[in-house]
């Protein structure tokens, strides 16, 4: 494959002699690896959960650190995607372990979890999944009338076609969805991701009717997953994969209810706090799973041997429940 014209591979912090998976750091719209600083600050580097770990972040085109713009042609052949593509597999290849751990938002988590439904997920040791979970649905039959609000991909369209429109389409992102972030006037740089959706008002009726872009539920991968999500980016997630995290015992959802979707960014330190213990815990004991402030018990395989030891354990089990419960919610403490 040609180098790269679009897709950067940055290396953050490389030993000779890592024995752990690397670390990949992977950003959405409308922004940069920059996204990440506080995640790998040296002084973070030092926590164990990161000590020993090579980190790479992937940086797509954005108007703050890449600014450049795919033309319309390589969209269409979907350049973006194989060069994306084409460095997770040399990560994976020259891992020491032969996996990789991702913590990706945004467009990154959904690039990841096409990587993982066309190339397969053996390479992928765990995944922090940020917003957007693993095949997202957009018909009324999955979010009823909350589907409606999707006509915004066709809004975020229009500064890509004309950059004119950068400003007060980054206004309309500040106001109705919390987006905060330097230099506007360049959005068009960052806006190509939805290039396709300019054609929303014809295929709108379509998708939301689940006629048209409704992919079967992709919900056998393997590895961990933890999927921290605002309130507001349910419409990037499906009640059968928050269900699916809430049976394994080796993931985890986290739902946020003061949070927008741009929270890796603006309450970094509750999703560090995340990843301080899904990265460096062994992931056979992790048997709670949280929404928001609750904490809610990971459902169990119902075989007689495992009943038997619930039943056992049950009196235990309950107070530890009610004492992780009684803590502050993410929200409260950010």
Avoid at 138 to 165: C, K, M
Wanted: aromatic share 12%; net charge positive.
């Amino acid at each position: 494959m040609d180098a790269p014209r679009y897709v950067h591979l940055l290396t953050i912090q490389k030993r000779a002699r890592s024995q752990r998976s690397p670390v990949v750091f992977i950003h959405g719209f409308p922004d940069s690896p920059e996204i990440f600083r506080d995640y790998h600050h040296p002084t973070e580097q030092k926590e164990s959960w990161l000590k020993g770990r090579n980190i790479f972040a992937i940086a797509f085109p954005n108007r703050l650190t890449h600014p450049v713009v795919p033309t319309l042609k390589d969209l269409w052949q979907d350049v973006l995607f194989k060069e994306f593509a084409a460095h997770l597999q040399t990560l994976v290849r020259e891992s020491p372990t032969g996996k990789i751990a991702v913590v990706a938002h945004d467009w990154g988590a959904a690039y990841t979890w096409r990587f993982v439904r066309e190339l397969g997920g053996e390479g992928i040791d765990r995944m922090l999944a940020l917003s957007v979970a693993a095949t997202p649905q957009f018909d009324i039959w999955e979010h009823g009338v909350r589907a409606l609000s999707l006509s915004y991909r066709s809004l975020l369209s229009l500064p890509y076609y004309i950059p004119a429109t950068s400003e007060p389409v980054a206004w309309l992102l500040s106001r109705l969805a919390g987006y905060s972030g330097p230099d506007w006037k360049n959005l068009s740089k960052d806006c190509y991701h939805y290039w396709a959706d300019i054609v929303w008002p014809l295929k709108a009726p379509f998708v939301l009717l689940g006629l048209l872009d409704r992919p079967g539920e992709e919900l056998d991968f393997k590895f961990p997953v933890v999927f921290l999500r605002s309130s507001i980016d349910r419409l990037w997630s499906t009640e059968a994969f928050e269900q699916k995290l809430l049976q394994r015992r080796d993931c985890k959802l986290v739902i946020l209810k003061k949070a927008q979707h741009w929270f890796p960014e603006h309450q970094s330190r509750l999703v560090i706090k995340e990843l301080r213990t899904f990265f460096d815990t062994p992931l056979e004991t992790k048997s709670i799973t949280r929404v928001g402030a609750e904490a809610v018990p990971a459902a169990r395989k119902k075989s007689k041997t495992s009943q038997a030891e619930a039943n056992k354990n049950a009196p235990s089990k309950k107070k530890k429940s009610k004492g992780r419960s009684a803590h502050l919610s993410h929200d409260e403490k950010s």
